[in-house]
């Protein structure tokens, strides 16, 4: 938990596309995810996913990630 509702996964020996791939199977993109299961609440969630490159910092790679919610949440309300 880096701060109120936010939370952060760090994920070794990840490939890129598998890093994309969580990231879509957690919003729900795919068939199969917690939307299809009839609730009696609804809960939105924006995630955003960022691969670390080469020669950068984690705090620089979460803040790519935490750039990359904040693009899907804005995304979300409008939806």
Do not use: W
């Not at 199977?25 to 996913?49: H, Q």
């Not at 670390?52 to 803040?63: C, F, N, S, V, W």
């Amino acid at each position: 938990r880096i701060g109120g509702d936010e939370f952060v996964m760090l994920i070794r020996d990840c490939t890129e596309e598998k890093v994309q791939e969580l990231v879509s199977t957690m919003r729900g993109d795919e068939k199969g995810n917690l939307s299809d299961v009839t609730a009696e609440f609804y809960c939105r969630l924006a995630i955003g996913g960022a691969f670390r490159k080469t020669g950068e910092t984690l705090e620089e790679t979460i803040k790519r990630a935490d750039d990359e919610m904040y693009k899907n949440k804005h995304s979300v309300r409008k939806a």
